[in-house]
Structures are given as structure tokens and as C-alpha cells.
């Protein structure tokens, strides 16, 4: 049974990326373009892996992020995408709840290579 | 010539008459209907001035001197322009403080200090006495005249000594009883003597028409006018010298400007004038009816002195006293009645003078010099005494008598060594002494109690050694080896040549030492040590007496038995009198008398109402013997308030030094908020743009590893991934340019190049570079311009590049096919304003502000983000602003969006443009 993914970033580009490298690794894709579109889509589809853009309109990645882990706890695997490549921003990931923390632009295979790890 | 039944009896009828108006005068005063309560009244009693010395005096010294007997007569015209400021000050003080002679008010001003006042009192007796004394030998000498002329008509001492001797002591007597009837009906020595203002009013005007009417008869029955007598006088040999303006006595400038001086004090602190022009003044704006009235009276007194001087010159022979030509003129001619008259005018000029003088001085010599000797003498204890109130008008009585006397026997011992003139200077002379005291005691808080002691004392004794010594000598009484050689034959210290002091007359050498020494030592002796606390409160109160609104509050502590109060207030006014008192101030309080309160305000009313019966020292001290001063009375209160403001006034200044600081730190403090809060903006910039720029690349990047990972990707797929590299590759060129772009603005490194734009032609060519997005969306884009418009002050450039901005956002924004773009161009005042309204999705209201700012976008965030940087509106706002104008937005959702922006008119703002065109 494959494994099921959702994005949720908002931009057009990087969607489009993750999407064709999510599904050539053999990934269930879903796609949601801001934060209640994210909160919405994880209730609906559960997706063992969601990748998270940190700020995202509406409802941040880091709100989307405590949010799953209130419902569901550290079940779904979470992996942080931002553009913000602090240590303040990434310590704040963590403590939402993420798993792991990927700083844009990033390795398409490093990028694969943690979701699987994540996935055994 | 005149029988003497006849000369005595008109002049017992004169008395009468005088006697009769004072008693008038106290009854309307009684009444509370005063008579005296009028600005001619006062100036007539100020004319008190003018005594026999100026009735026969000024043709004497005329007749020697030509005009130098002018001065004495300009002075109090001078001092007369200053009394609304110095006199007013003096009235108000006096009355505040129930002050009842110059001596009081001296004491007072330092402290109540008895010592001060009894100095005061002792310059002044003996410096009047000799005036005093030229009133009995005037009126003596006159009366004389009447009696014997011709035989008199050669100078007096050739009379009969012993009948002129006898002549002047009953003068003195009547003179006294005179005074004591006039002076010493009521106690209250700080109360006015209405009666006898009135009396010396009249006598004002006697005087002065009998000295109209003497002159007039000389002028115009002896002679044929005044031109007559000064012609007739030019052509004399021996009266040439009088009509040089200096001759004489007072022959030089110096000469004049002392007597001047001296005269301009006089009009102030002779006794008498204290007495009429402070005490027994009722209202103070009589000083100003005064300040031109008095002068008047002065010129009128001294209309005719030449004219009558030059007369007698001319009509009598070598060696007749010219004191006496206003009498002996009318005489040697037949006017016997005219004479008479001028002899009652003499008389007038006398009794005022020494009515007033020996009221004020007994008052003086009463609470000044002899109670507070006789309060302390504890044999007597007149303080446990039930009413010492006729003792009181007993001590006064006797005072007069006695200075009366005083002046008798003066004129029996110097009388004869002197003109008129002369003895009437040295008084003068004396009272000067006074005036550093007073004015500096009024004007000046800083005057010691030390310090006036040292000055009086200093100025009187110099006045002494330097003129009452010549004086004594003249009149054979030794001395005469000192004069001429000095004390101890010590030339330096002679008294007319002190310290080889040469070329002056006696009197102008006497009033320059004397002056030195006492402004040197009041000024020095003051400046070195300090006032004492009650002096300081003093101080204050005579200085500030026009500030001060607050009555002196009580310094009395505790409660004072009411009785025992009333027993001291009795003592020295009357029994029944204090009784009155207290159930007016009971009154006045509306309280019932038995339930009056011992407090401090009834001990200050009792004060003061003693002050006004013996003076302030010793009022003081009597009220002190049954109440107990205030350990810190007001007069600390107000030393420590005058300390305290000083306090005050420093630490005002540190407070506002403080304010100063406060505020500079508070400008600092946000300036600095403001740099922290730019710093921050300026990091969040940075990460902004950071992540503007990430995001791109990241699509970049991950689709050219997606083309490198995947060779097997078919031809469309690699065509979709390469086109998305391309695009992303331009949006983050755009980006970068359009932040390098915004950080040029802002940081004003932005090249302007500002010049006339023709704005109607630009928007066309904006739609036109545009027409080509407009056309691929199917949005229909129209310009709505003028026919003609007028320049505006612009960047071209930059401008296009707004109308760029606008133009494709409003595409952006359009409706795809149903979508319509209007742009509009308008004048408004002073302004050009373009339009660029589409009918797009709209901006709601919470929205609109945010837009201008950085990297904001507004967009349906569930469709797709619309394409852009989120720079474009801050930089056209950038623009705008920079050029002088405005950018906004109208919008509302679902019913499009109008961006409009502002530019100056280049004709219409041509100072805004240059402005502009400079900061460019």
C-alpha cells in the first residue's frame, strides 16, 4: 500500500516540483495551497507524510503543525519546508512538533532521502 | 505808625478766627464730614512749607543773592513730580503700620528699634530748633517794625534788646499754647488732626495773598510796573551783580545744585512736611492734584521776591535790613493797613510752621524718646498703672513747651548771628540726614538696622562739626580757634575746610561730607552685616508694601486674656476709649464683646492701636508684657519665606533644568525606539526578501535536478519543467531588481531627473505599452484624457513607471473578457490627478492600507497567488511621494479598484517644484 503525502505550500512552482518527485517515489500526492486548505485536506485524506511550508496564508505551517499533533499525536510524520533558514525559525519548528526541517531551496534527493527515513 | 493795643488785637481776632476754623474742622470730622478730604485742601496744607523765613527770607536773600533764593522753591517742584511713586509709598506704609512720625517710621523699617528712634528723634529737635527759632524772631522782630517805625528801620538789634527779647517770648508762649490747643486734643498720635489742617490750609491762602498784595502795592503804587523797577535796578551800579544768575551765596553751580538737593529732601523730611503730606494725608490720589498744585502756590509765592527785593534796593539807603522790606515798604509809604496785613501773613507763615513742627516733633520726642526710657525706668511702673493716657498727652504738652522754648532760647543765644536764610539751611541740612535711611529703608531691603544707626549717626555728627559749629561760633560762643585753625591746630580737620576741602560755601561743603558719610556708612555698614530676622520681616513689609496683599498676621501665640489685653489698651489710650475700641473691633467681627478670643489678631489689633498712641517699639513692648510672642512670629515666617524663595527660585530652576532633561532623554529615548524599530523593520526586510528570493529558487533548482535526475522524461514534461525554470528565473530577476530598486529609493542614492512632464501624452503611451497584456486577458482598457493638459513637475521615468505598475494590476486584477480598464486624467488645484479604474475583484477596507507595504500581496489565496513581487505598489508609492504627490485607493470588494495618484502642476507650484527639483 503506498504511502500517502500531503503538500501544502503555496507556491505554484515548488508544488509542481514536489509533486512530480513525490510520485515518481511512488507517493500518494495531495496538494493544499494554504493553511486551512492543509488542515482541511489532513482531516479528510490522513497522509502518513505531510510536508509542511512554514508560511503558508491563512493558518501558518507552524498552527497546521500543532494542530495535527493535537488530533492525531506523532503519528503522521511532519517535515518542515521553509525559506527562513534561522536557528530561532527552526528550534520554533521543532517545538511545534515537526519531525524534521528542510531550508529552501533544497536537494530534490536529500529531500527524498529524509522522507523515506521518516517512512520505513 | 501802628498803635499796639490795635497790632495785638488783630491779631488776638486772627488767632480767633484760626481757632474757630480747627474746631470747625474736628467738628465736621466728628461728624465724619471732613473738610480737610479734598486735593486743594492737602496742597494748601503742604504749603506749611513756605514759613516766615520764605515770607521775609526770599527778599533778604533776593535782595543779596538776585535769584539765588530760587533753588529752595525748584527743589520741592522737582521732588513734587516724584511723590506719586516715593510719598504714595510712604502714605501706604504708614497707614499699614499706624506709623505717627518720621522717627516711628524709621524705627519701624529697622526693626522697631527704639535706639533708631530716638536718634531720629534727637536729630530732628535739634535740628529743627533753629527754624523754630527764626519764627519767633520773625514774628518778634515784625511785630517790632509795626510798633516802632521808623526807629526800626535800621537793622533790629539797634532796637531795644530788652523788649525784642520780651516780644519773642511771648510770641513763644502764645506760639506753644498755640500747638498744644491745635495738637494734643486726641491721643491717637496716628490719627489726623483735621482741626488744625484745616487751620494751616487757611493760613495758606492769608499768607499768600498778603505776599500778592505787598508785592502788587511795590510793583504797581511805588513804581510803574515790574518792568519799571528791574529797568530803574539795571541802571544802579550796586544791584548790577544781582542780575548775574549765580551770584551771591549759592554763586556757583555747585552752589545751586545743593541747595537743590537740599530743598528737593526737605520738602520730605522736615518734621512738619512728614506730618501734612503722610500722616494727615486722607486720600492718595491727592498726591496727584498736589504734584502740579503745590508747585503753583510756589510760583505764586515767588512772583513778586525780585520785584520787591530790587524795590526796596531802590527806595531805601545802604544798611536797612532787607528781611524786613515787605514791611517796611508799605510802611515808609503810608499803607499802614496794608502792612498790618502783611504782618498777620508773617504770622500765618510762623504759627503753621511751628504748629505743625512742634506737633510732630512732641510726638516724636513722646514715643520716641521719652516713653521708652520711661517704660523701662521700673520705678515708675507705668506698665502696671491703670491709664497712663493723660500722662501721655501730658508728656507731649510738656515736649512742646519745651521745644518751643528750646527755639526761644536758641534765638536769644544765635538768633542775631544770622539772616533768615542761613538758619533755615542748617535745618535743612539736618533733616537730609534722613533721607538714606528712609529711602533706602523703602526701596531697599538690604538697609540694616546697623546700618541706619551708623548713617544717622555718622551724618548728624558731621552736620554738627561742619555747620551747627560755625554757626555756634559766629554767634561768639567760641570756638572761633577751631574754625580758623582747626582742632588741636590741626588745619586738615577744619570744620568749613575739611580735610583742605576749599572753595566751597559752608553750607554745600557741610552737605557733601555729610552726605559721604552717612550714604557710606548705611550703604557699607548695611552690605557687611546681615539684618536680623524681625528686621528682615520689616524690610519686607515697607518694600514690598504695594505687593503685599496680606495683612501681617498675628506673631502672638496662644490665647491672651481679653481683659488683661484691654487693661494695657487702656493704660495708654483711656480706659473708656479701649472699651470703644474693642466693641468696634468686636463689631466688626460680629461677635458679641464678652465673647471676644484672645487670639492673635485681637493682640495685633491692640498693637496697633498702641502704635498709634506711643509708637511701634513700645507698643510692642507693652503688648509683650501679656501676651507671648510667637516663637516663630511672622517675621521669621517671612525672613524664612524670603529665604525659602530663594530656595524656591533655585530649585524652579533645577525642576525646569530637570523638565529639560527629561524631555531630551524622552526624545532621545523614542528617537531611539524609533532606530530599534527601523533596525527591526530593516531585519524583517532582509529575511523578507530572503524568503522572496528562496522561493523562487527553490522551484529552480528542484526542477533542473528533476531534468538532471530523470533523462527518461518525455519531451512535453521537459518542456512544461524547462518553462517553469524560465519563468521562475525571471520572477526572481524582477525581484532582485525591484528590491535593488526600493533600497535606492529609500536610501536616497535614486537618480531624479526632474523636469516639465506632459502627462496626457505619457498615460497614452503607457496604454499603449500595455495594450498587448490587456489584449492576451481580453480586458478592455480606455483612456479618457483632456484635449489639452498642463505640464507637471516629474521624474518621466518614473512616472511611466507607476503608470506601468498601475495599469498591470489593474490587468491582473480584471476579469478575463468581461474586464475594463479606465484611465483618467483631471487638474485639481494645483495638481494633476490620474486614475486607473478597473472592475476587478475589489479590496476590502481592511486590506487597503496593506497593500503598499512591502511584500504584501492580496490575492484569493485558494486560487492562485497572484504573480508579482509585492514590491511594486510601495516603490510607485515611493515615486509619488519623492515627486511631490499622492497614491491611493478607492475599492470596495467585487466592485473593482480606483488606484489615483497626485503630481504638482508645474505653472501652478513653481516654488514646490524647484523644491522638489532641488532635493532631486
Known amino acids: 500500500m503506498s504511502r500517502r503525502v500531503l503538500i501544502a505550500e503555496d507556491d505554484a512552482g515548488i508544488v509542481a516540483s514536489l509533486e512530480f518527485i513525490m510520485g515518481r517515489c511512488g507517493f500518494e500526492v495531495l496538494v493544499a495551497g494554504d493553511g486551512q486548505a492543509a488542515l482541511d485536506a489532513y482531516a479528510a485524506f490522513r497522509p502518513d507524510l505531510v510536508v509542511l511550508d512554514l508560511m503558508l496564508p491563512r493558518v501558518s505551517g507552524l498552527d497546521v503543525c500543532r494542530r495535527i499533533r493535537e488530533v492525531d499525536g506523532t503519528t503522521p510524520k511532519i517535515l518542515m519546508l521553509t525559506a527562513r533558514g534561522s536557528q530561532a525559525d527552526r528550534d520554533r519548528g521543532f517545538e511545534a512538533g515537526a519531525d524534521d526541517y528542510v531550508v529552501k531551496p533544497f536537494a530534490t534527493q536529500d529531500l527524498m532521502r529524509r522522507a523515506r527515513e521518516m517512512l520505513p | 505808625m501802628l498803635q499796639g493795643w490795635l497790632i495785638v488785637a488783630v491779631s488776638f481776632a486772627y488767632i480767633g478766627l484760626l481757632f474757630f476754623i480747627a474746631w470747625y474742622g474736628d467738628r465736621r470730622a466728628g461728624q465724619g464730614r471732613s473738610i480737610i478730604a479734598n486735593p486743594w485742601i492737602y496742597s ?107 526807629e526800626v528801620m535800621l537793622p533790629p538789634r539797634s532796637g531795644d534788646p530788652v523788649i525784642m527779647q520780651d516780644t519773642a517770648f511771648y510770641v513763644a508762649m502764645f506760639m506753644a499754647i498755640f500747638s498744644i490747643a491745635f495738637g494734643t486734643r486726641q491721643l491717637d498720635a496716628a490719627e489726623r488732626h483735621e482741626g488744625m489742617v484745616a487751620a494751616i490750609a487757611f493760613e495758606s491762602i492769608v499768607k499768600l495773598v498778603a505776599f500778592l498784595a505787598v508785592g502788587i502795592f511795590v510793583s504797581y503804587v511805588l513804581f510803574d510796573g515790574v518792568g519799571d523797577i528791574f529797568e530803574r535796578a539795571a541802571s544802579r551800579p550796586e544791584l548790577q551783580e544781582l542780575f548775574a544768575p549765580f551770584g551771591g ?13 537740599l530743598s528737593t529732601l526737605a520738602i520730605v523730611f522736615l518734621p512738619r512736611q512728614f506730618q501734612v503730606a503722610v500722616i494727615e494725608n486722607v486720600d492718595e490720589q491727592h498726591l496727584k492734584r498736589a504734584a502740579w498744585l503745590f508747585p503753583l502756590y510756589m510760583l505764586a509765592m515767588n512772583l513778586f521776591v525780585l520785584p520787591v527785593a530790587f524795590g526796596g534796593r531802590l527806595v531805601f539807603p545802604e544798611g536797612v535790613d532787607a528781611d524786613t522790606f515787605v514791611l517796611t515798604l508799605p510802611m515808609a509809604h503810608g499803607a499802614d493797613v496794608l502792612a498790618l496785613f502783611v504782618f498777620i501773613g508773617g ?61 526761644y532760647f536758641y534765638y536769644l543765644l544765635a538768633g542775631e548771628a544770622y539772616a533768615l536764610v542761613s ?35 555718622g551724618g548728624f555728627l558731621v552736620w554738627g562739626y561742619t ?73 519686607a513689609a515697607f518694600v514690598d508694601v504695594f505687593s503685599r496683599t496680606l495683612a501681617p498676621s498675628p506673631r502672638w501665640s496662644g490665647t491672651v486674656s481679653v481683659t488683661s489685653l484691654q487693661a494695657v489698651l487702656g493704660r495708654f489710650v483711656g480706659v473708656p476709649r479701649a472699651a470703644q475700641l474693642l466693641r468696634d473691633y468686636a463689631r466688626d467681627r460680629g461677635v458679641a464683646v464678652d465673647k471676644l478670643q484672645g487670639d492673635g489678631d485681637l493682640v495685633r489689633f491692640v498693637e496697633l492701636q498702641l502704635a498709634g498712641a506711643i509708637g511701634g517699639a513700645s507698643a510692642r513692648a507693652m503688648v509683650a508684657t501679656v501676651a507671648k510672642e510667637d516663637p516663630i512670629g511672622i517675621a521669621d515666617v517671612i525672613s524664612i519665606l524670603d529665604e525659602t524663595s530663594q530656595v524656591i527660585a533655585y530649585s524652579q530652576r533645577l525642576e525646569e533644568q530637570r523638565r529639560e532633561l527629561e524631555a531630551t532623554t524622552r526624545e532621545l529615548q523614542e528617537a531611539n525606539d524609533r532606530l530599534q524599530a527601523l533596525d527591526r523593520l530593516k531585519d524583517e526586510f532582509v529575511s523578507t526578501v530572503t524568503h522572496e528570493l528562496r522561493t523562487p529558487l527553490t522551484s529552480i533548482r528542484a526542477f533542473s535536478e528533476i531534468l538532471h535526475d530523470n533523462p527518461d522524461l518525455d519531451v512535453a514534461e521537459r518542456q512544461r519543467f524547462l518553462g517553469l525554470v524560465v519563468r521562475e528565473s525571471e520572477r526572481l530577476t524582477r525581484l532582485i531588481n ?78 478575463a473578457q468581461t474586464g475594463e480598464v479606465v484611465v483618467r486624467l483631471a487638474a485639481e488645484p494645483g495638481r494633476a490627478r490620474v486614475d486607473v479604474a478597473d ?82
Open chain 2, 347 to 407: 504770622l500765618s507763615a510762623a504759627t503753621g510752621m511751628v504748629i505743625v513742627e512742634t506737633v510732630a516733633l512732641s510726638t516724636m520726642v513722646c514715643n520716641d524718646l521719652v516713653m521708652p526710657v520711661l517704660l523701662r525706668i521700673r520705678f515708675l511702673a507705668l506698665t502696671q498703672q491703670r491709664d497712663v493716657s493723660n500722662l501721655l498727652l501730658d508728656i507731649r504738652r510738656a515736649a512742646i513747651i519745651a521745644i518751643v522754648m528750646g527755639g
Open chain 2, 839 to 920: 472592475n476587478g475583484i475589489g479590496i476590502d477596507l481592511a486590506h487597503q492600507a496593506v497593500i503598499f507595504e512591502k511584500f504584501r500581496q492580496v490575492g484569493d489565496p485558494l486560487t492562485q497567488k497572484p504573480a508579482g513581487t509585492g514590491l511594486g505598489l510601495a516603490i510607485c508609492q515611493r515615486i509619488v511621494g519623492h515627486l511631490g504627490g499622492r497614491l491611493w485607493v478607492e475599492s470596495a470588494p467585487e466592485r473593482g479598484s480606483t488606484f489615483s495618484f497626485t503630481l504638482p502642476l508645474a505653472g501652478a507650484s513653481d516654488r514646490a517644484a524647484l523644491r522638489w527639483a532641488r532635493v532631486a
Open chain 2, 423 to 457: 538758619i533755615g539751611l542748617i535745618s535743612f541740612a539736618a533733616v537730609a540726614q534722613f533721607a538714606p535711611a528712609v529711602i533706602g529703608g523703602i526701596y531697599w531691603k538690604g538697609g540694616t538696622r546697623a546700618g541706619a544707626l551708623a548713617g544717622l549717626l
Open chain 2, 249 to 261: 551765596a549759592a554763586g556757583t553751580y555747585a552752589g545751586w545744585l545743593w541747595l537743590l538737593g
Open chain 2, 738 to 815: 525591484q528590491v535593488l530598486d526600493l533600497a535606492k529609493i529609500e536610501s536616497g542614492m535614486a537618480e531624479w531627473n526632474t523636469t516639465r512632464v506632459d502627462l496626457r501624452e505619457l498615460v497614452f503611451e503607457a496604454v499603449g505599452a500595455t495594450s498587448a497584456i490587456f489584449a492576451a486577458k481580453g480586458v478592455r482598457v480606455r483612456a479618457d484624457l483632456p484635449e489639452d493638459f498642463d505640464p507637471v513637475i516629474g521624474d518621466r521615468d518614473r512616472v511611466m513607471q507607476v503608470l506601468l505598475n498601475l495599469l498591470s494590476n489593474a490587468v491582473k486584477f480584471s476579469p
Open chain 2, 467 to 539: 555747620l551747627l559749629l560755625p554757626a555756634f561760633a559766629r554767634s561768639g560762643w567760641g570756638w572761633v580757634d577751631v574754625i580758623m585753625y582747626g582742632p588741636f591746630g590741626l588745619e586738615l580737620l577744619r570744620p568749613t575746610e575739611l580735610f583742605g576741602l576749599k572753595g566751597l560755601d559752608v553750607t554745600t561743603h557741610s552737605m557733601l561730607w555729610s552726605a559721604l558719610v552717612n550714604v557710606g556708612l548705611y550703604v557699607g555698614v548695611s552690605a557687611w552685616g546681615r539684618p536680623l530676622q524681625h528686621e528682615q520681616a520689616q524690610a
Open chain 2, 44 to 150: 494748601l496744607s503742604l504749603a506749611v512749607y513756605a514759613t516766615a523765613w520764605t515770607f521775609y527770607g526770599s527778599v533778604g536773600r533776593a535782595a543779596s543773592d538776585g535769584v539765588g533764593f530760587l533753588p529752595i522753591y525748584l527743589g520741592p517742584t522737582l521732588m513734587l513730580v516724584l511723590w506719586w511713586f516715593v510719598v504714595r509709598k510712604m502714605i501706604r506704609i504708614t497707614r499699614a503700620h499706624r506709623i505717627t512720625s518720621l522717627a516711628d517710621f524709621v524705627a519701624s523699617r529697622y526693626g522697631r528699634s527704639a535706639m533708631l528712634g530716638g536718634l531720629v528723634t534727637v536729630i530732628a529737635v535739634v535740628g529743627i530748633l533753629p527754624y523754630i527759632s527764626l519764627q519767633l524772631k520773625a514774628v518778634s522782630q515784625s511785630f517790632q517794625i509795626l510798633l516802632q517805625y521808623p
